[in-house]
């Protein structure tokens, strides 16, 4: 399956983000510190360069952002670099302060930012354009010329059965509703339940119907549970999913703005209403029943409506990671910065060959800790700022390297699903657009170690497809030496 849109295009893209990127770490040291204005000036145009790309993409359908994971990374890009970013610059005053108050930040620093940002996404890109992932391509290739034999309504049937029943057995503990934990198994086989929305919500044929009836109800069930457990994630990931879903059987133009606008207005309504239950909460031991969750969010609803400016959520400077990236960049040049290039060789190594491996993810609660002085929450610098804070400027070459390769990787493994339909890889294609999602991580957990999750599984697949070709063949060739 050919790219829809030319790779060429591509490395042009990331050539203008390197310049952008240059531009700002050139002007850094000489701007005004308060002048934020030019920082905003530098989101600004790098929104411009992102929107042509990214209307193209929308207007060629949902089939250009399922196998080309570019086009995730640069809406990810433009929504944590540009658009939140640009919060010092134009957004209100009280939640720039809050903002800025969680480190000192002035425009040089945010400059210095803009320019790894910038250098570092240019550099991915060209990576992501002049790497075409062909070998990899050619592997799921050959199991998705097996896997799509497998109906599509079969594999969404079954995704949807193991789904339903891992998260009604799931609900009840995290509700508070029995006691003990749920095993990591468990968990996995629950996370199913938004790849078998996504397959139910585009399923075509005579099934379509009822698979589609069964993703919504799911969706539904799944929302309000999020929506009771306090979290927006889990609330607002079904609808992501669905939206998905059915932007690829229905098309993106009509599907999209809507699914898009919903998810939207219910991540505003819900962020007031979260925090006040998770208040409430937490005053009550961090237990509470279905009757009392439910009691709470109807005073939260009641309550939370009309709330003053400097007690409403902040949803802009959610997106804002300025202040956490000056942060990064300033504890490396003091000499403190991550030990992510130690752990880095860790992500090869599967948990279960090494009981001992260390926590990949702890980088994000030690981040937190010399930021705020707290580890009870967790921070991350986004994937070329993390590259800057491990190692220096070699970190953001090797990050944005690591990025772009990675890219390239997950979109060729995407087309090959997609052009054999092979229904039973498709968590294959969703998890590698969750990869380019993940932008305002650290490279090595969201990216590299992401990646093994699906780099080991199709390995393997590929070399029992080999093995077995190979015994067919020399089968084959004993019945031709025994004929007369």
């Known amino acids: 399956m050919t790219e829809t849109i030319p790779r060429q295009h591509w490395i042009r893209l990331g050539w203008t983000y390197l310049a952008l990127g240059a531009g700002a770490w050139w002007f850094a040291p ?6 934020w204005w030019v920082h905003g000036l530098w989101c600004v145009i790098g929104l411009i360069v992102a929107m042509p790309t990214l209307l193209l993409a929308f207007r060629s359908g949902f089939d250009v952002v399922l196998t080309d994971h570019r086009v995730v990374f640069l809406g990810a890009f433009a929504l944590y670099f540009l658009i939140g970013a640009a919060l010092p610059a134009f957004g209100p005053d009280l939640q720039v302060e809050n903002s800025l108050r969680l480190y000192p ?21 060209l990576i992501s354009g002049l790497s075409q992932g062909r070998w990899l391509g050619r592997q799921a290739e050959r199991v998705a010329g097996q896997a799509g034999r497998v109906p599509p309504h079969v594999v969404a049937g079954l995704l949807l059965a193991l789904g339903i029943g891992a998260t009604a057995y799931r609900i009840p503990f995290d509700l508070g509703l029995r006691p003990g934990a749920v ?25 379509e119907r009822w698979l589609r009836s069964l993703g919504v109800i799911l969706t539904g069930v799944l929302a309000v549970v999020g929506v009771v457990q306090f979290m927006k994630s889990e609330a607002l990931l079904p609808l992501v999913a669905l939206t998905a879903g059915l932007a690829l059987r229905f098309g993106s133009r009509w599907v999209l703005p809507v699914g898009l606008a919903l998810i939207a207005s219910i991540f505003m309504m819900l962020g007031n209403l979260v925090n006040y239950g998770r208040g409430v909460v937490a005053l009550s031991s961090g237990t509470a029943t279905l009757t009392e969750r439910w009691s709470y969010l109807q005073e939260g609803w009641a309550g939370t409506r009309e709330l003053p400016q400097n007690l409403e959520y902040p949803y802009w400077s959610r997106l804002c990671y300025v202040p956490t990236q000056v942060a990064s960049m300033d504890f490396q040049d003091e000499g403190n910065g991550g030990n992510g290039m130690r752990l880095m060789w860790w992500t090869f190594v599967p948990r279960f060959l090494a009981r001992d491996k260390p926590q990949m993810t702890a980088m994000f609660i030690e981040m937190n800790e010399k930021i705020t002085g707290s580890d009870t929450s967790a921070n991350a610098p986004g994937v070329f700022v993390s590259g800057y804070y491990h190692a220096g400027w070699w970190g953001v070459w090797l990050a944005s390297a690591v990025c772009g390769w990675i890219l390239a990787q997950t979109s060729a493994i995407a087309r090959a699903v997609h052009a054999h339909q092979a229904a039973m890889m498709v968590p294959f294609s969703l998890l590698g657009m969750f990869i380019a999602f993940r932008i305002d991580g650290d490279f090595i957990p969201d990216y590299l170690g992401v990646f093994m999750f699906i780099l080991y599984p199709l390995l393997a697949a590929a070399l029992v497809l080999g093995v077995a070709a190979a015994g067919q063949g020399a089968a084959a060739g004993q019945r031709e030496g025994t004929e007369p």
């Open 30 to 35: 000489t701007a005004d510190v308060e002048a």
């Open 105 to 125: 930040t002035d425009v040089n620093g945010a400059l210095r930012v803009d320019a790894v940002n910038g250098l570092g996404f240019g550099v991915a890109l």
């Open 183 to 207: 095993s990591g198994i468990v968990r996995t086989l629950g996370q199913l339940s938004l790849v078998a929305i996504f397959m139910a919500a585009s399923s075509r044929g005579a099934h």
